[in-house]
């Protein structure tokens, strides 16, 4: 049955990231602890794999939703690199970190998650909205630069693709619309994922497991998911141009709570 979830979980995945410009690492996460679980690993092994795989997933996404926009001619490049690049290197400096110690481990990795998610639903929920006519993005680098090293220490520390943080953040502190949020989240989604990726790939302290993998990454879950979400990631951006915020805004924190309750369900188990 977990083999046949796969693709579909990956599909999944890469719909909601290309509607809410998250990654989808809230769609892969339960999936891939769950098979990593049943391999036997040790807590720590069970979140670095996670992660990886992950990480993996959202790098996907973000590139299946950057060519749709380069395609559109929507591509903000510059905002991407300006916002991309510092959380880059957060993102990169504490997944070393991670891989080189032993103080994050999987109930830590539960409480970081559910803390992410329960502040972004919490703004879905009862943020205002801002896509009113008089509502203008704010232009302040300083603010671009910050919401940019908080998703890249989302990413590395929750294996989310940091639209977690971007989306909610991009229409709180620079008032952007929703839907030039979640494109602009999607977009700066695989500069935050690619120094962590390639550290989990070229990493050689991972566990060996009885499947196909390079470093921490399983090729036999990650394969068929990616092929889902590169598919249905540029199909969940054009649905987001025919659907309100609100109810952008209702599917967002749905998904999120579904999570949520998993998650404590987990910490207190």
């Known amino acids: 049955?977990?083999?046949?979830?796969?693709?579909?979980?990956?599909?999944?995945?890469?719909?909601?990231?290309?509607?809410?410009?998250?990654?989808?690492?809230?769609?892969?996460?339960?999936?891939?602890?769950?098979?990593?679980?049943?391999?036997?690993?040790?807590h720590e092994e069970i979140v670095r794999f996670t992660l990886a795989n992950s990480i993996l997933l959202v790098v996907v996404s973000g590139l299946a939703g950057t060519w749709k926009q380069h395609r559109l001619g929507e591509w903000q490049w510059r905002k991407v690199l300006s916002i991309g690049i510092p959380g880059a290197v957060v993102s990169y400096a504490i997944t070393y970190a991670i891989q080189h110690g032993d103080w994050y481990s999987k109930p830590r990795f539960n409480v970081v998650f559910l803390l992410f998610l329960a502040v972004s639903t919490a703004n879905m929920v009862w943020g205002k909205k801002s896509d009113t006519p008089s509502q203008k993005p704010v232009e302040k680098p300083i603010l671009a630069i910050l919401v940019g090293l908080l998703a890249g220490a989302v990413v590395a520390l929750s294996g989310l693709g940091g639209g977690m943080v971007m989306v909610p953040l991009f229409r709180m502190m620079l008032k952007m619309p929703m839907r030039q949020a979640t494109a602009l989240s999607l977009s700066i989604i695989p500069l935050l994922g690619a120094s962590p990726l390639i550290g989990y790939l070229l990493s050689q302290n991972a566990t060996h497991l009885p499947?196909?993998?390079?470093?921490?990454?399983?090729?036999?879950?990650a394969l068929p998911m990616a092929a889902g979400v590169a598919v249905f990631a540029g199909i969940g951006m054009?649905?987001?141009?025919?659907?309100?915020?609100?109810?952008?805004?209702?599917?967002?924190?749905?998904?999120?709570?579904?999570?949520?309750?998993?998650?404590?369900y987990e910490i207190l188990s």
């Open 1 to 42: 049955m977990a083999w046949l979830l796969l693709p579909l979980v990956g599909a999944a995945g890469g719909f909601m990231a290309g509607l809410l410009g998250v990654g989808g690492g809230l769609i892969f996460i339960p999936l891939l602890t769950y098979l990593f679980t049943r391999l036997g690993l040790s």
């Open 211 to 221: 499947i196909a993998q390079t470093g921490y990454v399983a090729w036999p879950y």
């Open 238 to 264: 054009k649905a987001a141009k025919h659907i309100s915020e609100t109810t952008l805004r209702i599917i967002f924190a749905i998904l999120s709570s579904i999570v949520i309750v998993k998650t404590l």
